[in-house]
């Protein structure tokens, strides 16, 4: 119930192309959903996060699709860059007090120019 | 970067010795985290911690122990090292524990159990 499971494990697309990256939970006590963008050497770091009562936000060529039935949601990186190549994670965290994150497995993308 | 600093930042140990790995805020968050990520096992959370002296287990926690004695400061110890705890080990810190509060981590800790 606590899993967060990412597909898939790696994927490789051209430059202008856009990847989509997948995540599905089960705990319906998830109320936060982020996207956490980790480069070779260093910490992960925040990307794009959503509420489960949006279906869809967009920040720059990031979106996350959200669909609350399917208990399923999406990464898709529009126009993708050479610079985008970098291992995504998923994650989800149950509101109130001591939620923790619980992330995915990971997803490394490979942008080739 | 957040003000957070993971040291050392490489370590080689032999199987058997304690090994303690230093996590350092300057935000004064109340929640801080140790993850370790293993390749096809992405970051799995070992202990955190709400505040000082409170610390609590997570997913991952046999063979580790955690104290926060300063805001500032969560320190974790690897009692008796194994190569199982081989791994690149992640602090990262949060001001509450609200579901939407950003989470920042430290550049990471690489451990080499031999």
């Known amino acids: 119930q606590q899993q967060v499971k990412q597909s898939p494990q790696s994927l490789i697309v051209q430059k202008g192309g856009i990847p989509i990256i997948n995540c599905a939970y089960e705990n319906t006590a998830f109320d936060y959903f982020p996207w956490y963008q980790q480069f070779p050497g260093k910490g992960p770091a925040l990307l794009i996060a959503i509420r489960p009562d949006v279906s869809e936000k967009k920040e720059g060529r990031f979106t996350i699709s959200f669909n609350k039935s399917a208990k399923q949601f999406s990464l898709h990186i529009m126009d993708s860059q050479p610079g985008d190549s970098a291992t995504y994670f998923c994650a989800a965290r149950v509101g109130g007090s001591q939620g923790n994150l619980i992330f995915g497995k990971g997803t490394k993308l490979s942008v080739k120019p | 970067d957040a003000g957070i600093t993971q040291s050392p930042r490489h370590k080689v140990t032999e199987t058997g010795t304690p090994v303690t790995l230093r996590c350092h805020q300057t935000e004064n968050h109340r929640y801080m985290y140790w993850y370790r990520q293993d390749p096809g096992h992405g970051l799995r959370l070992i202990h955190y911690s709400y505040g000082v002296k409170d610390t609590d287990k997570g997913e991952v926690s046999d063979g580790y122990s955690v104290s926060r004695s300063k805001t500032e400061d969560f320190l974790l110890t690897l009692e008796s090292a194994t190569s199982s705890q081989t791994s690149v080990y992640f602090c990262?810190?949060?001001?509450?524990?609200?579901?939407?509060?950003?989470?920042?981590f430290g550049q990471g800790t690489r451990l080499t159990v031999v």
């Open positions: 990262a810190i949060s001001e509450s524990g609200a579901a939407n509060t950003e989470a920042f």
